[in-house]
């Protein structure tokens, strides 16, 4: 199995998280492609893996001066709101986000194009 599964970063991480979590997810870990012990032993070295979702220790945008948006695509979905809620109050409460907007016509609210305001 091969392949490049990095994430592209934006720059280096320097404002430390507003989290208070014994959680941090570390960089350096991360999910195999191939967790097989076939799998192991083709991979000679640094095993093809995924990026860990998870908070990180350090952030790379400000909470104070950051605008999140939330938009929701594809129809219908049990427990939508509550996942909706569930992320605008981690963000307003937990990481101090203050900004936050929900985005309506889904992925074509997001293109000027389409003339929706």
Do not use: H
């Amino acid at each position: 199995m091969s392949g490049n599964y990095s994430t592209r970063k934006l720059g280096e991480p320097k404002i430390r998280s507003p989290l208070e979590s014994n959680f941090f997810v570390d960089d350096a870990n991360g999910i195999l492609l191939d967790a097989t012990i076939r799998g192991c032993r083709e991979c000679k070295g640094n095993p093809p893996a995924l990026e860990e979702a998870g908070p990180r220790q350090l952030i790379y945008f400000s909470p104070e001066i950051s605008k999140a948006a939330i938009v929701t695509c594809g129809g219908l979905c049990p427990g939508l709101n509550d996942v909706i809620r569930a992320l605008t109050m981690v963000l307003w409460y937990r990481y101090g986000v203050k900004n936050i907007i929900g985005l309506k016509y889904g992925y074509e609210g997001l293109i000027p194009s389409f003339g929706y305001k």
